[in-house]
């Protein structure tokens, strides 16, 4: 039997209060698409960051082609012909395309008297390289542009490239579909599935079951740090690697049960905003939520969902249009105004870390971030009422299963996932009438995804509006009542969440119309 | 009006020589800061250059050997400040301060300790001879302005074009920018991020360190109490004002120069303003060059931040 | 026999307990006294010798002592005044100049009240001026860095020595005394500070300072502001998305960090020296600076760092006139304390593993 490209055994890797990776066993074989998968938090994305020469393992032995090799640096796995392309990618934004990829490649110019050879940069033949690989694959990239210009989809054909420029043997893809559209989805495998095939290995990190099956050859279920099972994908099925992943059967649809409807909670008319480069991000946006219904923004990240969740909020400036709650305008009002105050809005930001808690307070002190619950728990408005702020934390820690030593510990000790209940429970304290969940289960593992999935259905029979905006496909499908699908910040249209055409969803996510309808959907 | 002439042919070639020292001091800072690390102990690190030329420079007659030690007495506090900031990932704006008042307690203290309190402060024998460049020195007005100073300034007339070319043209460059735009991008590109950052600070201070012994070997020839008084500050003011670009911080170099020689020339010249108000203004210049050089959005992204791998 | 191999391991955790600020705090002070005995023993002095001069000096009889505490208010009201900028993300290095327009300002209502009105209308007046004056003098800077992204620690430094230009100035010029000495007029009785303990410079002062020590510890327990304040220094974008008015509150702080050192600048000139005249301040507003990196911008860290300060520079003023060691050994000092305590910080993130093999 031939070598494997890469045989890591025993890898352990060990952070403060976890164990991401627990004597991992894992093979790299040529020719064929290696999955790994597993839930989020698994630790999937830190065994290839130990094999990219990001972490130092604890223990542990890797072989590259039978060699003995250590990793220091992705310098060292980049000499070997390893490159990574992380869910994040690491694009210098400021930069082109070219310096991009001239930043990876050892350079050997003329120099100055034979010293420095490496120095002076010919950025033209980088350029001229560039376009012709990019012929060759068929991988559309303009190399001369900003990554900061770029879309998504067009920043992760960048970073292929940058991979293919340096005649890449492993090429390691962590989660390379959260931002495409079906469509690019299919031509990524496409890609994939031939580049595969000329003797380079290719590992596929993912948490997606149809994507396994679909594309992998040979699939490692990773566990809490621990691989449960590898096989080939001819030889098990969707079902099977579910209860392998999480240690029981999945429930893939959450029931969705009764609402209570009420009138219009949120309207947006004719929004329009700019992104933080200045470009125009909302194109007059027309929407409304009633109470007890889910509204779900379908589509790829980057075309508007973002800025339109923070205008709402009154984060973001709108250079036309307004916001109504019920029947007071709050457009361009600052945050946690009157108005958002009397109608009780909830928000979960998409940068989570950044902005909805402060990762250096406590979880107490977490418990009463907003303007509106810091007055509700003082006495005289001037000091805080410690005890009722300490029965208030406990509360929520409790009700939400917020895994901690106690409310004293400091927010950066959470993981994600408690991070992420401990903010939907302190905005459903609030007893919200709306709620905007940004992304609201991304990084977390089955078990609290179910968790928050069913409390925000449980919204739906108190008569509160909620804005769903998530990546994940399968969440829009499956909570929305009704969903409006988003293209470079206009709605394309408005589903119905019971009765939804995939590939309809899916080409109006790429911004194709099938026929001339209105952008506002049938209400 | 022919009084006038030398007068200014004398302001200005004072303050090309003056110049030299924010430029030295402000290039080395611009190293750092392009590699995303801000270095306010810049002022510690010029006052411990000038204190450890001086001392060097008097005890052996040498000059020039000033010089040098000054250099060596930054790299060491730089290597100090990049072992805090970048290993142990400190605060870099606490660290940085923390550096300046250490600099002028360390300076006082052994200052007063060597040299006693003697009513004559003891001077230099000799300071870095000026050299003339032949043909060039001799041009009527330019000769004096440009052509007459000692080496170092020179080359710190030239350095900024050195600067520039690295910086933008070569592969050293395209890694300290990547470094100072995005760590994380830059490590996984296989740039040694720790490596880059820690050269670009230890230069930045050995820089500082030779700025600082330039006080005291070239403009004076002695020290004093807080001797640079907070030049190390309009330093790192002159990458803000000059967007992080060699050729920039020249021109603003020269604007500060020019400053502090107006100043204490005004005071000389006797127009009838009490003498605080012409000393004061190199520093109401170093707040409206602010006001007016912050708002734009240039610097480099990740300045300030501290790089750990496996974070953003 | 083989003896077991000790292999120290340190071990990252995941955030500091109250024990290890204890711990690193201690073993920061054991470093720094051993790094001064080898300052001293360049000058020649046994270091042990040296300490316990500088102890008799702080504390020898009941004068040093109560010079001790007297400097200990200055210095505490310094050090608050940084403690309360720092922590809402204002880098006020300009305490210093904040003093001198406190000064200014109370030498000014001294002047202009002193023998017209009785001493409780005067005192109260100087100290509203000259907190006032302290607080603009922060604010500008604070609005420059709202308003123009200014970089404050550059804007600061360069108002202190604007200030400085500018009291002496003052000094030698409209305010001058008649009689030719570059510094005003004494005050009066009625607008100065009274002296609580006979032939010493204790005055009244030292209970300003304490009101405002308890007052910055209450604000940031137990108010509304002190959490909105924390917040913002902490995480203003998540300070702001959950409707805390960030920069309200940015500049709200920096005017009472102004304001302390307005408060400083006042007593020093009616409670200590009882006129005006330049440099009066031996550098007290960047020794706040480092008495509040030092004690970790706690308030109870903060009066503990001031205290061993003003005991520091007493001693050693005392030490001087004993055995001519110069003053300026206390920033040699404080110089190294500040460095190696700032370095410190760090060990709050790891632990200690011994393992045996």
Redesign the interface.
């Known amino acids: 039997m031939a070598l494997p490209a890469v045989r890591m055994t025993g890898i352990t890797k060990r952070?403060?209060?976890v164990v991401a990776n627990d004597h991992i066993d894992f093979d790299v074989w040529r020719n064929k698409i290696n999955v790994l998968v597993g839930e989020n938090a698994a630790g999937k994305t830190t065994l290839m960051?130990v094999l990219?020469g990001?972490?130092k393992p604890d223990e542990g032995e890797i072989l590259i082609n039978g060699k003995k090799s250590t990793l220091r640096?992705?310098?060292d796995?980049?000499?070997l012909k390893i490159c990574?392309i992380?869910q994040?990618?690491?694009?210098?934004?400021?930069?082109t395309v070219t310096?991009?990829v001239?930043?990876?490649s050892v350079?050997s110019g003329k120099g100055i008297f034979g010293l420095?050879k490496?120095?002076?940069?010919d950025l033209n033949a980088i350029e001229k390289r560039i376009a012709s690989l990019s012929e060759e694959y068929g991988l559309k990239v303009d190399p001369k542009a900003k990554i900061e210009q770029l879309s998504v989809g067009e920043q992760q054909r960048v970073e292929i490239i940058k991979a293919i420029y340096q005649d890449v043997e492993v090429l390691i893809m962590d989660e390379p579909t959260a931002v495409l559209t079906p469509q690019e989805v299919v031509d990524l495998f496409r890609f994939l599935k031939a580049f595969g095939k000329e003797g380079r290995a290719i590992v596929f990190i993912t948490h997606k079951l149809d994507e396994v099956m679909s594309i992998g050859d040979i699939v490692t279920v990773i566990k809490a740090g621990r691989v449960v099972a590898t096989k080939t994908t001819t030889e098990t099925d969707k079902n099977e690697l579910a209860r392998l992943m999480v240690g029981r059967d999945v429930i893939f649809r959450p029931a969705k049960g009764d609402s209570s409807l009420v009138g219009n909670i949120l309207r947006v008319e004719n929004l329009e905003a700019l992104n933080d480069r200045g470009i125009k991000a909302l194109k007059s946006v027309t929407l409304s939520i009633r109470g007890g219904e889910i509204l779900g923004i379908a589509g790829v990240s980057g075309n508007g969902q973002k800025e339109l969740a923070e205008v709402i909020?009154g984060?973001r400036k709108a250079t036309k249009g307004n916001v109504f709650l019920e029947d007071d305008n709050v457009t361009n009002c600052?945050?946690?105004d009157r108005g958002r105050i009397k109608h009780s809005v909830g928000?979960i930001?998409e940068d989570r870390l950044?902005?909805?808690?402060?990762?250096?307070?406590s979880i107490r002190?977490n418990a009463?971030?907003?303007?509106?619950l810091?007055?509700s728990f003082?006495k005289n408005?001037?000091?805080?009422d410690?005890k009722n702020i300490s029965k208030h934390a406990k509360n929520l820690v409790s009700s939400f299963d917020v895994k901690t030593t106690g409310i004293e510990?400091?927010a950066?000790?959470l993981s994600g996932g408690n991070l992420q209940k401990l903010i939907l429970a302190r905005e459903l304290s609030r007893k919200p009438r709306l709620l905007i969940a940004c992304d609201p289960t991304r990084g977390l593992d089955v078990g609290a995804t179910e968790f928050v999935r069913q409390k925000l259905l449980d919204l739906r029979k108190d008569g509160v509006a909620t804005l769903l905006i998530s990546e994940d496909l399968d969440e829009i499908l499956s909570m929305s009542d009704f969903i409006a699908v988003i293209f470079e910040g206009e709605i394309m249209k408005i589903l119905s969440g019971g009765t939804v055409d995939i590939e309809e969803m899916g080409l109006l996510m790429a911004g194709v119309r099938k026929n001339s309808e209105s952008s506002e959907g049938s209400r | 009006m022919t009084d006038l002439a030398p007068l200014i042919v004398g302001l200005l070639a004072a303050t090309v020589r003056i110049a030299a020292i924010y430029i030295i001091a402000s290039l080395g800072e611009l190293l750092a800061e392009r590699s995303g690390v801000i270095n306010l102990g810049t002022e510690g690190m010029m006052i411990l250059g000038a204190f450890a030329s001086f001392l060097v420079a008097y005890t052996t007659s040498q000059p020039l050997l000033g010089i040098f030690a000054g250099a060596i007495v930054g790299a060491i506090a730089g290597l100090l400040f990049a072992f805090l900031t970048i290993r142990l990932r400190s605060d870099q704006v606490i660290t940085g301060i923390a550096f300046s008042l250490a600099g002028l307690g360390l300076t006082t203290f052994y200052f007063r300790l060597i040299f006693g309190t003697g009513t004559s402060p003891p001077h230099l024998s000799a300071t870095i001879p000026i050299v003339e460049i032949p043909i060039l020195g001799q041009i009527p007005f330019l000769g004096q302005i440009l052509f007459q100073h000692d080496p170092f300034v020179y080359i710190a007339l030239l350095l900024p074009v050195v600067f520039a070319f690295i910086l933008f043209r070569t592969s050293y460059g395209l890694k300290i920018r990547a470094t100072g735009e995005d760590p994380s991008a830059a490590d996984a590109a296989g740039v040694n991020v720790f490596r880059i950052r820690y050269l670009c600070v230890m230069l930045g201070a050995l820089m500082a360190g030779i700025a600082g012994a330039m006080i005291t070997t070239v403009q004076f020839n002695m020290f004093l109490y807080n001797v640079t008084a907070g030049r190390g500050y309009t330093a790192v003011a002159l990458c803000i004002l000059g967007s992080w670009r060699p050729n920039r911080i020249l021109l603003g170099a020269l604007l500060f120069g020019g400053a502090e020689v107006l100043g204490l020339r005004l005071q000389a010249i006797g127009f009838d303003i009490p003498y605080q108000f012409p000393l004061m203004l190199p520093y109401v210049l170093t707040i409206v060059a602010l006001l007016v050089a912050s708002r734009k959005i240039a610097g480099p992204a990740a300045l300030g931040k501290n790089y750990r791998r496996g974070e953003h | 026999m083989r003896l077991p191999r000790i292999r120290i391991k340190f071990e990252e955790r995941a955030f500091p307990t109250f024990q290890t600020t204890l711990l690193t705090s201690f073993v920061a002070l054991l470093i720094v006294l051993g790094v001064c005995s080898v300052f001293l023993v360049n000058t020649g002095v046994n270091p042990f010798i040296a300490y316990y001069l500088i102890v008799r000096g702080a504390f020898g009889n009941v004068m040093t002592f109560a010079e001790t505490i007297s400097l200990t208010g200055t210095l505490l009201l310094s050090g608050l005044a940084v403690t309360v900028a720092f922590r809402v993300g204002f880098f006020n290095i300009g305490v210093e100049g904040q003093l001198i327009t406190g000064a200014i300002a109370a030498t000014g209502v001294g002047l202009a009240l002193g023998g017209v009105m009785p001493i409780f209308v005067n005192i109260p007046l100087i100290i509203l001026a000259s907190f006032v004056a302290g607080g603009l003098t922060s604010f500008v800077p604070g609005a420059f860095k709202v308003k123009f992204r200014a970089n404050e620690v550059l804007t600061t430094l360069m108002l202190n020595a604007i200030l400085a230009l500018v009291l002496s100035w003052l000094c030698h010029g409209p305010w001058r005394e008649p009689g030719g000495w570059p510094e005003t007029v004494a005050l009066d009785a009625s607008a100065t500070l009274p002296v609580l303990m006979a032939r010493t410079r204790l005055h009244a002062g030292i209970f300003i300072a304490i009101a405002a020590l308890i007052a910055v510890y209450i604000l940031f327990k137990k108010t509304t502001l002190g959490y909105k304040i924390r917040a913002v220094g902490a995480n203003p974008d998540a300070a702001y998305s959950h409707g805390i008015k960030r920069t309200e509150i940015f500049l709200t702080a920096a005017f009472l960090s102004g304001g302390l050192g307005g408060l400083m600048g006042a007593i020093e000139i009616t409670g200590v020296q009882h006129y005006l005249f330049p440099n009066f301040s031996l550098g007290y507003g960047y020794i706040g600076v480092m008495i509040a990196l030092i004690g970790r911008l706690n308030p109870v860290g903060v009066v503990i760092a001031a205290f061993s300060f003003a005991a520091l520079i007493n001693g050693s003023q005392v030490m001087q006139t004993t055995t001519g060691i110069p003053f300026e050994l206390t920033n040699a000092i404080q110089a190294v304390t500040l460095i190696i305590f700032t370095s410190a910080e760090i060990l709050n993130f790891y632990k200690i593993r011994v393992i045996r093999k």
């Not at chain 1, 009463?368 to 509106?372: A, E, F, H, R």
């Open positions: 952070f403060p209060g960051n990219f990001l972490y640096s992705p310098r796995a980049i000499n990574m992380h994040h990618f690491k694009l210098i934004p400021a930069f310096e991009n001239a930043l990876v350079l420095f490496d120095a002076l940069m909020m984060l600052p945050p946690f928000y930001p950044s902005r909805g808690l402060i990762l250096d307070f002190d009463i971030l907003g303007s509106d810091l007055t003082t408005r001037i000091l805080l410690y510990a400091i950066r000790t």
